[in-house]
């Protein structure tokens, strides 16, 4: 009896430890977000190239969208903060190998999702994707196993 509220309470506290700290990355992420907001105040509809400075994949996009990919397609996808990729309030400057690494899985579900999935015949989707969730959800390193059950 003692021993199960003592699991239940150290289960307890485990949860609260991981909801802390994805809440300590949403904070940290809305912090940088509203900062960047501010810098490009009246340019986040133009062309991400023009309002960034170092922009190679994501030409086509907005600045607004650059930043919307950023929380949502990529943070939010690996279930990490900006300076998982990001040397903090140095957005362009590439040293981490992290952010190289999103370039090239970028390249990489491009290829998948306009080259190898249309030749896969008998799918049922119209146009199949795959994007950053759909190996990641919410990890640095996609499943290779399901959870036990
Ligand atoms: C998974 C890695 C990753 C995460 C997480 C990430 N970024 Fe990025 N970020 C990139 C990559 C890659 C680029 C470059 C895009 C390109 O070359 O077109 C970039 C570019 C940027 C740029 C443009 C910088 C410039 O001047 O060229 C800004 C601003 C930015 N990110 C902000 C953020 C913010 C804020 C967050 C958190 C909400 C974030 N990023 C999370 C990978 C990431
Ligand atoms: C087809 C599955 C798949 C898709 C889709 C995918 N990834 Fe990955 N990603 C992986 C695998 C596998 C690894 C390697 C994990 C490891 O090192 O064990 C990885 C690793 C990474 C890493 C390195 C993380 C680290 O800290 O070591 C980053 C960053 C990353 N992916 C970003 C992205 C982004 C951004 C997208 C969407 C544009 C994406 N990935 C889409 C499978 C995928």
Redesign the pocket.
Known sequence: MRLAILVSLLFAAHAAQAQSAADSIEAE?RM??EA?AKQIAGNENKP?AEV????????DNTARR??NI??FG??RS?G???T???VAND??NDEKA???V??EM?AMVQTINQKLLPEIEGLRAKRPTVNCTTCHRGEVQPALSMPPR
């Open positions: 992420k940088y977000l960047i991400a960034f400075k170092n922009i190679k994949m994501m030409k650059l930043l950023m929380n990529f943070s690996l990490v903060g900006c998982h990729c990001h957005w362009a992290t952010k190289n999103a370039r970028a």
